[in-house]
């Protein structure tokens, strides 16, 4: 079984990490706060339970309705954008997405890249790439900055720095930036401004994201509440979208149910400060926009997770990150830990398309299925089901037809396998069920108190002196 | 085949025998909720830009060159990013000379190029119209023009709108309707709710991160 | 595996979320029989709270059969991805409820197993996907057929007490199952039902979850546990065994003297009921 011969080192470290994160109060003590917040922040956005039960199944038909015609969305969008002036490239993987943005760096002998914030681009690590070839790419959404001068990753998709405090942001700055150490939030975004607006002035090339791709008019809408974005995409002469092929609506008026689930379900606002949507270059007897736009459209796996309509619907997202804010388990580890670039209940369900079930196996099996996720997600994404799903795809035989999924099988042990038949024979011989029953009320002194990984926490679980079959047949009756 | 047609092709071999979901699309639900008298629109805007730190000030179509000339002074800002080719431009010009004020007004009226640095480093307030406001969200509608570019009401650190009492609309749905934004997008369509804001230190407030520090809208309630 | 709500036309359709759930109907007659199915974890460690839930049936005039070849629901198969051996544990259970009397589930999560996802299991096979609606429609959490369908009255007799309530996460979403909780708790005169620190969260046990993510699930019982006595409570009441086990063994580990009790045996304790007295 060489598939988990050589296993990965990434889900061995999600364990680490995990147990890492637990441990560090402060960092339970930053999530825990964040996540209370921006909770209590949703729930006053939808104080009618109705109108957002509706909302939603509506959100829900949307994004399903887009789906259900990608192709032919993609298409249209592809000679919209391009009848607007919008030039318009594919790339199957990150790797053909950063040769195709260090193309048009190149056209330009660009030195300077500002990034709006793309979560895209940190599936790409375009920042690193870019790097390797001599262009400088400085994040300015403001969170985004904070991580990229601390040299870290995202810990969220909306709120990237939401693990550190403001005392940790003021050391960061004042080791960093060369400024006087403060825990002024005002002050520290301010020191953040100037910083970046130079940057913004400078820059030869502007990259963001996309929220929604309107494939009825040829438009990006990008929202945010900053105003990095819209300077990412207004001034350099230049402007690169990145974005998955996922991402497109059919008509412009489908994006007003999207917007107000994301803004409200994100962040807790009716809208952001900005909603953005850009539908062409700079014209002619226009005075500032860039003069050329781009848009990359990228697969990365997406495409896999179209190909079985119950894994399809892991793209409805509209990476709202509701399903983290609401995660047990994202507030007790934090989003690093997932090792991944999308973390939380979205993240264990879409990257395993990316970057196959090898890399990312134990990240299904990191869930209770508690089902919070799911009840707030704004487009309906089944997210238990999904992830009770990649559990069986994780166990399957590895070479077993249909084959679903990259790195199908990730975890399939003939022993576990045997176990569970075990499991079965024993649940459905009610005679071999009952004995079991009378061996372990009887001889439950012989379980041990220290049962591996549940009694770290908790102690040894005594079973009863009689079964309940026992009991109910006395009472009852054989039935 | 180019990464395109791949790509096109997975998706299409997996819908293949499918048909597309109806759209049976819920204005209502987009609507009925998000619907008011229309004496209560104003106020319902102001008051939600006001909860973003956005101010409003009630006045009338000729009584706001005054409103804003006051806010300037209070600001000790002496100069002022607006349009001579837009009316309101004129009558702001014109109140100026009518009353002898010396507020230096700047037209952004070369390429971005040209002047960028003034526009960045030395350009404390602009004045641009708004197509409406919605009542729903508290937002402004916002089409820069090439009289009144993008970056107008994004980089100075004050920015003051024009929004007629009687183009404001209850929802979103409503105007995209009713404007046919479908068929006539300009190339930049902005949304404009308060000003620019950021939450991203500890989930603390703050306001003015890359775009105007300050919103001021004045509502023309007599147009 | 196809969602049972969702008609989908061919396996390939793009699908929709399944239509908002209206509520659910009731029975206007109590019935006068019914099955008990007491679930695998309930039949090992909490049997008294079986008994117990019998006895509160019976209080009702209500006659519980009990089949002796109930074993489990298949749960633990099913979300540990062992979809095959789930299903054959599942057909094996759905042999047992020839008469069509409803089926009560002293246990949130089973009931949930029945309810929602046997569907799913057996959604390739259509004489059997017709059996399995049929359980679905006349299953019922515990505490449900007691408030909705038996319309129970309940006259307490304890001295007053304070409780908090931990309903078990697939029972919350699934089936409402904490809102009929209170609502019996709220019957008890001398009961005050105290609210506790983020209630609707999970506890962290998850089936194998707890075993294979230690470390998470540590985190989420201790929290849990911390929320629970935090509450002020004299007693914690639940009607979910898996969650009991989790909580009550994080008790226990931290030399706590709060114990998780199983819903049923509170609600027969308080109303003069006996026990048989059988503890675990």
New interface residues.
Partial sequence: MSAHADTPAIPISF?RR??DA??DAQL?K?FR??MD??MAKRAAQFP?GD?L??????G??VR??A??????L??RLEANLTR?GVKVH???TVD?ANAIVHQIVAAHEAKQVIKGKSMVSEEMEMNHYLEGHGVDCLE????EF?VQLGNEKPSHII????H???GQ?ASLFHDKLEVDYTED??R???I??ET??RK??EADIGVSGVNFAIA??G?LLLVE????G??ST??P?VHIAVTG?EKVV?????V??L??LLTRSA?GQ??????????????A?????PQEVHLV?L?NGR?QA??D??L??TLNCIRCGACMNHC??YT??GGHAYGTVYPGPIGKIVTPHMLGLEATRDL?????????C??VCPV?I?IP?IL?????????PPAAEPHHMRGQGSKYSRRE?YA??A??T???S?RL??LF?LA??RLSGLIPADI??????????????????????D??G?? | M???D???G??????AG?????????DA??TA?WSYPAEHRVTRLCN?LQA?HGETVLTTAAEWPARVSEALASRGIDELLISPATAHGQQFAGYLALNGLVTRLKA??????QW??EL?FSTPASLTGTLGGIA????LVVW?T?AE???MS?VPPLHIALLKASEVVDN??QI??TQR??ER????????????????????L???????KELIVMVLQDA | ???PHSS?AT???????P??AGARNYPAQKPAEVY?F?T?V???????A??DA?RLLEREGIR?????????C?Q????????D?AR??A??QLALFSHDWPVVVPSGSCAGMFRHHYA?LFHDEPATLRQVEALAARTYELAEFLLEVCRIQLDDRGSPIKVALHTS??AR??MGTHVHGRSLLSQLGQVERVDHDHE???C????????????????????KTAALAGAGADAVVSADCGCL??IN??F??QQQSLRGEHLASFLLRRTGGKS?G???
């Fill in positions: 364990k995990a147990h637990v441990h339970r930053n706060g964040a917040f921006l009618d109108e039960e509706r909302l939603r199944a509506f829900n038909r399903a309705r789906l259900s015609k990608l192709p032919d993609l298409q607007n594919w790339a199957e053909e300015s959404d403001m969170g904070i709120m990237p720095a939401i550190l405090n403001a942001v939030v005002d520290l975004i301010q953040g401004r970046l607006r913004f002035f009825e008019t438009s509440n900053e105003g990095n819209r300077m207004t001034v002469p092929i059919e008509n412009l008026r489908d007003v149910p917007l107000s962040t009716p809208i952001t400060t900005y909603v953005n949507v850009i539908s062409g270059p700079r014209k007897d226009e005075l500032d926009g459209l697969d495409s179209f190909a309509s119950e399809r619907q047990p388990v007790r580890i299904p099996s990191a869930s209770s299925l508690c089902g919070a799911g009840e309906k089944p089901a009770r799903r990649l559990r069986e795809e994780n166990v399957r396998r569970w038949k499991w079965r024993l649940n459905t009610p069920y009952r029953g372990a009320t591996g990984p549940w009694t770290e926490h908790r102690s040894a679980p005594k079973p009863a002196t009689r079964t309940l079959h026992e009991l109910a047949r009472h009852l054989e039935d | 180019n990464a395109r791949r790509i096109l997975k998706l299409k071999q997996s819908l499918t048909t597309p979901i109806a759209d049976d699309y819920d639900l987009l909720p939600l973003v952004y009226d070369r390429p971005v190029e960028k640095d960045f729903a969200t508290g937002s820069p090439p570019p993008r970056l994004l979103l749905y995209m309707q934004w479908a997008l300009p190339t930049n369509a902005l949304l404009i709710s308060g000003p620019s804001k950021t939450a991203d230190i500890q989930q603390t703050a306001y003015g991160a890359h775009g105007p | 595996m196809s969602s989908v396996p390939q359709a793009t699908r929709l979320a239509p908002l008990l007491g695998c309930l039949d090992l460690f909490f049997p008294e079986g008994m019998i519980v059969h009990f089949p002796q070849g109930q074993s489990c298949g633990p198969a099913y979300t540990s991805g062992y979809t051996e054959e544990v057909r094996a799913e996460c697939s979403r699934e609707s969260e999970c962290g046990f998850g089936g194998t979850f707890c075993v294979r993510m230690p470390d998470i699930s540590g985190a989420m019982v201790r929290d086990l989790n063994g994080a226990e580990k048989d059988v503890q675990s």
